[in-house]
Every structure is written in C-alpha cells, then in structure tokens.
T-cell receptor
Framework: DAGVIQSPRHEVTEMGQEVTLRCKPI?????LFWYRQTMMRGLELLIY????????DSGMPEDRFSAKMPNASFSTLKIQPSEPRDSAVYFC?????????????FGQGTRLTVV | AQSVTQLGSHVSVSEGALVLLRCNYS??????LFWYVQYPNQGLQLLLKYTSAATLVKGINGFEAEFKKSETSFHLTKPSAHMSDAAEYFC??????????FGAGTRLAVHP
C-alpha cells in the first residue's frame, strides 16, 4: 500500500485566496483525521470522520475552514478565504477504527504558506 | 477527558548515552498509549503502542516504553542513542473513535 497520500506537498498562496488540501487514506481504513501543526500550538486535531461521516469538527478554528469526505477514498480540507495565520503543516491520517488500540497512519503533510 | 503531558520540550544526549523521554497521561478509562516519531519534513511514524497486553512495550529502532499505572506514566527509553535518533517524539493517547490526542512533543538532539 502506498500509505496516506496528501497533495500538494507545498502550497504558497496569497491572503484571501481559496486553498484546498487533498487526502487519500489507506484503502480499508474507515477513520480519517485532519491535523494542523505549528510551532506555537503543536499538533491540533481539526476534524475527524468515521465511515465518511464527520464526527467532531470542534477543532476547526473558524468558519473559513471546511472539510468533506465524499467517499471512503478521498477527503478535502478547504480554507476560504485564507489568512497568513493559517500558515502551518496540515496532516491527514487514517486508521481502521475496529478498536481503540489501532494506530493512525500519517501522510507526509502539506506545508501551507499564506503571504 | 484524555490528555498527555510531555516533560521537556528539548532533550540533548551524547551518542551512546541513554535516551529518556517522559510522558504522563490522564485518562478516565484504561488508556491506549502511543509514541510517534517525526523526522524533519516528514509525517509521524509509529514507534510503539501500549495495548494492555504487557507493561513493557518494545518498538522499532531499539526503543521501548514501560506503562506504569501507579505513576500514570509511559516514558520512552533507548539504551544507546544514535545520531539517526535525532527527531521530534510525540506521546499520544486514544480518545473516542480512535482519535489521537498528542502531547506537545520533545525534540531530541544527539551530539557526537
């Protein structure tokens, strides 16, 4: 398996532009997580899905952020409009949610820079 | 609610020395605990996990961790540090739906 695939690896955009980050989870996994990593705040869980359904989006910082999972093999995280403070590395992770001791597998991340 | 606290944001050791990275957890239910490693510009990779089968857990790259309920700890150790161990290490506990709740991370530096 190729693992969790994220695209793009790097994104530079201007403030006010829409940004879409993409994630393909590992085949057969039914839980998907979006994390944001910054120096100041560390790893923050933004939202997670189980069987394509959003379970908890309380970590989404504000209404400018939205996430979708239209099917088991694809998810997007969108920021509209983007702001410089959104600059961070965004990770997608997936797991098979059969029991509580299942580890999550992480993608390589998308480094977002908003100028 | 579950949480983890990592003591020490930076740890520096000499090559060949013992590595000890500290993690304490808080959980209202028996916890499932994990250690992940992150190399520069990479995603997180699982080192080891505690699933209640054994209190001493062995992971990859010579790392191990011991679950101590009385101390609510899950410290990560390696007898002899190697230059390639330089990375950031994260302790995590599982919440509902397998979501991982991470500590702030400990950056390990290994010097010759």
């Amino acid at each position: 398996d190729a693992g969790v695939i994220q695209s793009p690896r790097h994104e530079v955009t201007e403030m006010g532009q829409e940004v879409t980050l993409r994630c393909k989870p590992i085949s057969g996994h039914n839980s998907l997580f979006w994390y944001r990593q910054t120096m100041m705040r560390g790893l923050e869980l933004l939202i997670y899905f189980n069987n394509n359904v959003p379970i908890d989006d309380s970590g989404m910082p504000e209404d400018r952020f939205s996430a979708k999972m239209p099917n088991a093999s694809f998810s997007t995280l969108k920021i509209q409009p983007s702001e410089p403070r959104d600059s961070a590395v965004y990770f997608c992770a997936s797991s098979y949610g059969g029991n509580m001791n299942t580890e999550a597998f992480f993608g390589q991340g998308t480094r977002l820079t908003v100028v | 609610a579950q949480s983890v606290t990592q003591l020490g944001s930076h740890v520096s050791v000499s090559e060949g020395a013992l590595v000890l990275l500290r993690c304490n957890y808080s959980s209202s239910v028996p916890p499932y605990l994990f250690w992940y490693v992150q190399y520069p510009n990479q995603g997180l990779q699982l080192l080891l996990k505690y699933t209640s089968a054994a209190t001493l857990v062995k992971g990859i790259n010579g790392f191990e961790a011991e679950f101590k309920k009385s101390e609510t700890s899950f410290h990560l150790t390696k007898p002899s540090a190697h230059m390639s161990d330089a990375a950031e290490y994260f302790c995590a506990v599982t919440g509902g739906y397998n979501k991982l709740i991470f500590g702030a991370g400990t950056r390990l530096a290994v010097h010759p």
